[in-house]
């Protein structure tokens, strides 16, 4: 995998944190860059940390599913992607209290595995491909260190100009990752 589609894929894999992080950010008044940056942090490790998961999750199957592991990463991919548009297209239930928005540190660790779960589904994927799972698990953590950093600290002005739309697009770009694997390998192939 080229370093291009790395940068591409850190970005897509950043964005659902992001669009948390803006959320978040939305219902703070004056945000603090100490408290952004913890955040981001926090987000950052768990989200670089997942896709590692994955990966040996991956790497312990992949020789049971090597003739067709092109299908199985382009699938992954396909459904998350597809998740991810269909999930930003929904309408939030926007009834929490501010109380309830202000971010706790044990919330901030829930919110940060719960977008995380994504790049644990591309850690698998990317078990099938030719990829340094340490670089792509580095450059995935610190995309979403700075996106939900800056995500926070801008939340409350870029709330209602973005909203879910970086979701969006990071599901087109795994959809997209997702079909450059498999026409790759069937390119290779024919």
């Known amino acids: 995998m080229s370093i291009f589609?790395?940068?591409?894929?850190?970005?897509?894999m950043s964005t659902d944190a992001f669009a948390a992080s803006i959320s978040k950010g939305a219902y703070l008044r004056h945000p603090r860059l100490l408290s952004a940056i913890k955040m981001g942090l926090i987000f950052g490790i768990i989200e670089g940390t997942t896709p590692l998961i994955g990966w040996?999750?991956?790497?312990a199957g992949?020789?049971?599913?090597?003739?067709?592991?092109?299908?199985?990463a382009f699938?992954?991919?396909?459904l998350l992607g597809t998740h991810m548009i269909v999930e930003s297209v929904k309408e939030d239930d926007d009834t929490q209290s501010e109380a309830a928005q202000k971010s706790s540190?044990?919330?901030?660790?829930?919110?940060?595995?719960?977008?995380?779960?994504?790049?644990?589904?591309?850690?698998?994927?990317?078990?099938?491909?030719?990829?340094?799972?340490?670089l792509a698990a580095l450059m995935i953590g610190l995309a979403t260190a700075?996106?939900?950093?800056?995500?926070?600290?801008?939340?409350?002005?870029?709330?209602?100009v973005i909203g879910k739309r970086a979701e969006t697009l990071g599901g087109v770009v795994l959809v997209v990752i997702g079909s450059w694997i498999l026409y790759?390998?069937?390119?290779?192939?024919?």
């Open 75 to 78: 699938i992954l991919l396909l």
């Open 146 to 160: 700075l996106m939900v950093t800056m995500g926070s600290l801008l939340g409350h002005r870029l709330a209602t």
């Open 184 to 190: 790759s390998h069937l390119s290779t192939v024919a």
């Open 105 to 134: 540190i044990a919330k901030v660790i829930l919110t940060a595995i719960g977008t995380s779960l994504d790049a644990l589904t591309v850690g698998v994927s990317l078990a099938f491909v030719a990829v340094n799972i340490y």
């Open 56 to 59: 040996l999750i991956g790497n």
């Open 5 to 12: 589609a790395l940068m591409l894929l850190a970005l897509a």
């Open 62 to 72: 992949a020789h049971y599913i090597e003739e067709f592991d092109h299908w199985v």
